[in-house]
Each structure stands twice: as C-alpha cells, then as structure tokens.
C-alpha cells in the first residue's frame, strides 16, 4: 500500500455481511480498513473518539434494525460527524424507490452488495475521487429502455419533451458521466471520441437539464425516472 488508499469505515448490522465487507475491502490493494460499526450510533462514537485520521469513506448498509432506510436516516448525523467522509450506500436491493430514496438523500453512490470484491473496491475509489458512483446493474434499474454499451447501458433518459435537445450521443455520454461515474477521459476511450467533444456533450446536457454539477444533474435524472 502506498498510504494514499481511501479509508474505508463500514456499518452494518449484520454481522457476517460486514465480516464479508470487510474481507472484500482489505484484500483490494486500492483500499484499506479504517474500522467497523453494528450502527450510527456506533460509527459515531468510533468517529467522535478517534485522535488520527477520519475515513474517507463511509459504506453504510441502507437497512439498519428495524428500519427500511435506517442507514439513510441516520446519514445526515454521519455527515456531521465526519463533514470530509463520502458515504457510499451499499444494499441487497435494486428496487429504484431505494436507490432513489438514497441518492437524493445525500448520499455519494449507490452500490449492490453482490458485487465482485473488483465492483466494491471500484466503486469505494471512485467516490473517493470525487464522483457519484452507482453499480451499472443498480443504475439498469432506473431506466426505462435500455441497450447494450459495452458493459454499460446506451439509454439514459425516458422519451420526455423536455429532454427533446438531447440527441442520442448525448444521452450515452451523460449515462456514462453520472450514472457510472467515469471521468471525461475515460468516457472518451469508451466511444471513441476526442475529450473535448465529451465535455461538449456534458455541458450541454447540464444545460438542457438545468443543472449545475454531477450530483444535480444525477438527482434531476433520477427524479425523471419516478415521474
């Protein structure tokens, strides 16, 4: 390890799937294990009792006891108690009223608890750079129609009116940018394009959706899907 790995703080109620976790996590060389928490309560106290550094990362299990969305009513006083950590939202379900429930919550991705020990530590990086990241069979969830793009999906938005100055490159392009949370670059080797254009592209389709950054165009999208 370099020591520049995120630091990754899980909270889950469930023993053995936290247990799993966090096998998955400290095994991935782009990762490491900051602690463990049965709750928020729990997390915070390990948080608010810590003299060295926070996490960077927080994996929180959305369902917490009895809760449907325990971990996503317990987010906001995570934030508090850690402003610097992102919270990546890990679950059993695919279903789109909970990773709606848990993105325009706040939270900085959205990740299914099957995925492979690589789709985990990805998605754990990618929040760490600073992106909104949601797993692609999680964010398949969301659209009404989709198509094959390699392993991601080319349709990002439902048929709308609103949406009518959003040609369909650009409509794979903001797909890749705010649903899978690739990087210019990394879109642009995708489909094969020049980085410029892919900026073109996102910077129309924030100003078709009247949106000002990555999470309020993801959040806008999300909310076009429920409607």
């Not at 080797?189 to 165009?217: C, F, H, M, P």
Request: charged fraction near 30%; hydrophobic fraction near 40%.
């Amino acid at each position: 390890m370099t020591g520049t790995e995120p630091r990754v703080l899980i909270i889950d109620d469930d023993y053995y799937a936290r247990e799993a976790m966090q096998a998955l996590v400290a095994r991935d060389s782009r990762t490491r294990m900051w602690g463990t928490a049965g709750g928020v309560d729990e997390a915070i106290t390990l948080l608010d009792s810590t003299r060295g550094p926070c996490p960077d990362i927080i994996v929180l299990d959305i369902r917490l006891g009895e809760e449907e969305f325990g971990g996503i009513i317990g987010l906001p006083r995570l934030k508090d108690a850690c402003p610097t950590c992102r919270i990546l939202v890990s679950s059993i379900s695919r279903e789109e009223e909970t990773v709606r429930v848990a993105l325009l919550a706040g939270a900085d991705g959205y990740v299914w608890k099957n995925e492979s020990t690589d789709g985990i530590a990805e998605a754990i990086v990618r929040v760490h750079e600073g992106r909104l990241v949601v797993s692609a069979s999680v964010a398949e969830k969301l659209l009404s129609a989709v198509t094959d793009l390699g392993t991601y999906a080319a349709e990002v938005l439902p048929d709308r009116q609103e949406y009518k100055d959003l040609t369909e490159a650009t409509r794979k392009t903001v797909y890749l940018y705010c649903y899978c949370g690739m990087s210019a670059k990394e879109i642009a080797d995708e489909l094969q394009l020049s980085v410029n254009t892919v900026n073109s592209r996102i910077k129309n389709a924030y100003a078709v959706l009247g949106a000002g950054s990555r999470r309020d165009a993801f959040q806008r999208l999300v909310e076009r899907t429920e409607s």
